[in-house]
């Protein structure tokens, strides 16, 4: 098996069918997909079941009670076998090549964390695109990559521990800084995902703005008590952050999103 499709899912029953259709039409076969229904109140395990039962596709189904999407995916990858884990949002969509190109570059590359662009628009016809190579370094100005763009080596993301279930904001990017610490990054310059949520710091409540900015100064705190940066840079990091905060605030009230 190459990939383990990791799809957490809490009241998803409006979209979980779109981002199931969007792994199931993949040119590319060779994948399982896991559900990790984390505890939804609404029809999501009917709905999805009922479209899965008779697809030629292998899958499984977890129920938790409510702990999170961290607890949901590394749940997930404990019942995987493929060999790299691609994430998906339940409210989210693939492009039919996502897999076959990321595969390709896989392969050219040995890479064993990769990602590509994401859009809110209709997706467009693939022609040329470049791959750049980011490092930790380059982690630490900004997050680099969108979780359903994402594929691990599964090997690799154990390695680190998988996602921290403690943290409920910026967990993404907590887990990419310890990756890129043993592995660069190889981004693709096309979109092959389309989200249907708008991403940090284009939308959404001014608290729940705040709560990314503590996480990300969460992250900062973490790569100091490790020992990956020094003092200085670790000033620097917060005031660069903060300052960025405050410059998305400016912008939304300027724009009356609050």
Known sequence: MIFSVIIPCYNGEKTILRALKSVLNQTYKNFEIIIVDDGSKDNSKFILLKYLKNRDVQYKYIYQENNGPSSARNKAVKSSKGKYLAFLDSDDEWHKEKLNIQYEQIKKFNAKFISCKYTLKKFRDIKEFNIKKYTFKDFLLSNRSSTPCTIVEKELFNSVGGFNENLSYSEDYNLWIKISRKEDLYLLSVPLVKLYKKPYGESGLSSDMWKMEKGELYNYNYCYKM????????????????LKYIKRRIIRKLWFFD
């Open 227 to 242: 020992g990956y940066i020094n003092s200085l840079s670790y000033v620097f990091l917060n005031i660069l952050s903060i």
